[in-house]
């Protein structure tokens, strides 16, 4: 069963846009939600993170908005920079495991 | 201040065959969680390790062990390797202090492959 479900297998974005990147979730449990970046020939590197009481944090360019109701979460990159190409994964924390999303991957060009 | 450090990078076995693949966690940290990531898949949970002890386990079968030591190092053990057993295993450090085992911080993985 998948419980984090990311349906975009990939999104290309003008440089200096706004990326928007979405992730959908079953499981009503999740307490935590992560997203990462992956760079080819590394592991994943930790972005930023919203606890589900919350409905938005942000980190300079970066911003998840988290919608309970919905169970969908979204990471918005403004302004997009040709570096922010990578995968994308989202994640969500249950009981500490984490279950991750198949990833998007992201592609702004210049 | 070095982060999650995981060895060998790359790794090449036969099909039968026993790997061991090892993990250093972040400074400050004393929980380690393994993940196998297939190609064209997100991360898959296969154990967590806190305490020397196993704490939580994913939808693995026994053939993959584990185990951590004081220091709060670890190792993955994978026993009769298959060729569906060829993917990325990554290592993620967090603490189980202040209840942030959730705020994983990942090494940058072995490259399993099986022949």
């Known amino acids: 069963d998948q419980q984090v479900k990311q349906n975009s297998p990939s999104l290309s974005v003008q440089e200096g846009r706004i990326s928007i990147l979405n992730c959908d979730y079953t499981?009503?449990?999740?307490?935590?939600f992560l997203w990462y970046k992956k760079y080819p020939a590394e592991g994943p590197t930790f972005l930023i993170s919203?606890?589900?009481?919350?409905d938005k944090n942000e980190d300079g360019r970066f911003t998840v908005f988290l919608n309970k109701s919905a169970k969908h979460l979204s990471l918005h990159i403004v302004p997009s920079q040709p570096g922010d190409s990578a995968v994308y994964f989202c994640?969500?924390?249950?009981?500490?495991?984490?279950?991750f999303g198949a990833g998007t991957i992201l592609r702004v060009k210049s | 201040d070095a982060g999650v450090t995981q060895s060998p990078t790359h790794l090449i076995k036969t099909r039968g065959q026993q790997v061991t693949l090892r993990c250093s966690p972040k400074?400050?940290?004393?929980?380690v969680s393994w993940y196998q990531q297939a190609l064209g898949q997100g991360p898959q949970f296969i154990f967590q390790?806190?305490?020397?002890?196993?704490?939580q386990r994913g939808n693995f079968p026994d053939r993959f062990s584990g185990h951590q030591f004081p220091n709060y190092s670890s190792e993955l053990n994978v026993n009769a390797l298959l060729l569906g057993d060829s993917a990325l295993y990554l290592c993620?450090?967090?603490?189980?202090?202040?209840?942030?085992?959730?705020?994983?911080?990942f090494g940058p993985g072995t490259r399993l492959t099986v022949t």
């Open positions: 400074s400050g940290h004393d929980t």
């Open positions: 499981n009503s449990m999740f307490d935590y």
């Open positions: 919203i606890s589900s009481i919350k």
């Open positions: 994640a969500a924390s249950a009981g500490n495991k984490l279950v």
């Open positions: 993620a450090s967090s603490t189980f202090t202040f209840g942030l085992a959730w705020a994983q911080y």
């Open positions: 390790y806190y305490e020397e002890e196993e704490r």
